[in-house]
């Protein structure tokens, strides 16, 4: 498979990785940046073992794993990165500020017709870009994990947004195998507002006594095909990262719906985050 698209990942955390291996998989040349060198060789290294798994499983030849890997750059240079790029995906954490500056920086080192995405989950695209000097290229292209196996890629448009960088960016989210849905910029977007509150009023029903952890989140499953019920899912996501994005949608919103429940903030507290801590609403070997 080829394809002449450069993407630029920046942040080689768990998404950026997962989009990195995504984009590689379709042929894309992908830079993939951190602010360490150590952080950036750990990302890629990540991809190889997740591919390792793959043709260890018979699903991936041992050849295209090493074509794959072979289209992914690691790099702490950051201009290096995004300088040739036709599509920039930012996946750093969750900090306005942060990614105000970065795309700030991107702005100026991006190539001018570059699409300059995020991957946030809840902060409005429009603050994001206000001020960057490109705010008509700045689109969220907010993925799911993990990346390689979800089909969503929910896109959301910026109040500056222009129709030329929609449409580049529903272009390259089929360019990724990818069904996307375009959005407007609101709080929570459509998946984040609808995914959070379904996993707030499961953990008010676990800390109420109406059901188990485990009934609970097979209702969903067997009831209504959710693949992971939402509490499974909030131990997926992180307990620190959902009581974050619920604590955001109540100040945008001001709805008593997105009320962290006492349950949430406890288990936060305590350090009970999902799988990462190996302890949430389940416990995990591994």
Do not use: W
């Amino acid at each position: 498979m080829t394809n002449t698209l450069t993407v630029a990942v920046l942040g080689a955390g768990t998404m950026g990785r997962g989009i990195a291996q995504n984009a590689a998989a379709v042929g894309c040349s992908v830079m993939l940046y951190d602010t360490t060198s150590e952080r950036a060789e750990a990302g890629r290294d990540g991809v190889d073992a997740v591919l390792m798994k793959l043709v260890e499983k018979g699903k991936l030849a041992a050849v295209e794993q090493d074509k794959l890997l072979a289209r992914i750059e690691a790099t702490a240079d950051r201009a290096a990165a995004v300088h040739a790029a036709d599509v920039v995906v930012e996946a750093a954490p969750e900090d306005l500020a942060l990614k105000q500056k970065l795309f700030a920086a991107l702005a100026k080192e991006a190539p001018a017709h570059a699409v300059l995405g995020t991957n946030t989950s809840s902060l409005p695209i429009t603050k994001i870009a206000a001020g960057c000097g490109a705010e008509e290229r700045v689109i969220g292209l907010h993925f799911f994990n993990p990346v390689p196996i979800m089909a969503l890629l929910e896109i959301v448009r910026g109040a500056k947004t222009s129709d030329a960088t929609l449409q580049r960016a529903v272009d390259f989210a089929k360019t990724l195998g990818k069904d996307p849905i375009v959005v407007k910029d609101s709080p929570g977007f459509a998946t984040s507002r609808l995914g959070v509150l379904l996993g707030l009023e499961a953990i008010r029903m676990l800390e109420q006594g109406v059901a188990s952890a485990a009934d609970i989140d097979k209702a969903m499953e067997l009831g209504y095909r959710h693949p992971m019920g939402p509490l499974k899912l909030t131990d997926l996501v992180g307990l620190d990262v959902r009581l974050s994005i619920a604590e955001h949608l109540q100040r945008e919103l001001k709805s008593a719906a997105f009320e962290p429940p006492k349950l949430l903030r406890e288990m936060v507290a305590a350090g009970k985050l999902g799988r990462k801590s190996k302890q949430g609403f389940y416990k995990y070997d591994a």
